[in-house]
């Protein structure tokens, strides 16, 4: 080999490595445990009125922003409501917040579902990247009765599992902030 071929082929495997570790690090989110979150105003999906995230201080609440189409056969959004559920007799309010482009689908899609939790309508997600600077959908913020944030779920999560349940209920006993990767 070459000098000039052993100098591309060192840059080449630098390049993959950095690739690979992008790929491999934990989803860097806007919102960390321990911060606070932006106010959020969004339409009730399917229904009149619109609900501010700031609206449930005093509460602690569970706020999911999912886009609907990623989860065609709604094996996600039993998970929520099941959650929800589970969750009810703790004072723990559970909110999605639909980022699909088509409000009138979603609406559809989560009657078929049959789903008890409130949901609210950002059409594509523009607020939550805006306000929230989310990059990706799903993307989940456990908040304390202050609105404080407790745990933060960045990415793909199935929700009924011990990894998800177990820190919510920890961040609820000991108010310690943590992030679930």
Request: proline share 8%; net charge positive; hydrophobic share 45%.
């Amino acid at each position: 080999m070459t000098k000039r071929e052993l100098v591309w082929a060192a840059v080449l495997l630098l390049v993959a490595g950095g690739l690979l570790a992008l790929l491999l690090a934990p989803r860097a989110t806007y919102i960390q445990a321990g911060g606070g979150v932006p106010n959020l105003t969004l339409p009730v999906l399917g229904g009149p009125g619109q609900q501010s995230v700031y609206g449930f201080r005093g509460l602690p609440l569970l706020l999911i922003f999912l886009d609907t189409r990623s989860d065609p056969d709604g094996a996600q959004v039993l998970q929520l409501e099941r959650l929800s559920e589970a969750l009810r007799p703790r004072a723990v309010r559970l909110v999605v917040v639909a980022t699909d482009p088509d409000p009138a689908q979603a609406d559809r899609f989560l009657q078929k579902m049959h789903v008890r939790f409130l949901v609210l309508s950002d059409p594509s997600g523009v607020k939550a990247r805006e306000v929230y600077h989310i990059q990706s959908f799903p993307e989940g913020y456990l908040l304390e009765q202050t609105g404080r944030v407790k745990t933060v779920f960045p990415g793909t999560t199935r929700w009924i599992t011990p990894d998800v349940v177990t820190p919510i209920l920890e961040a609820l006993a000991k108010g310690v902030p943590r992030r679930v990767q």
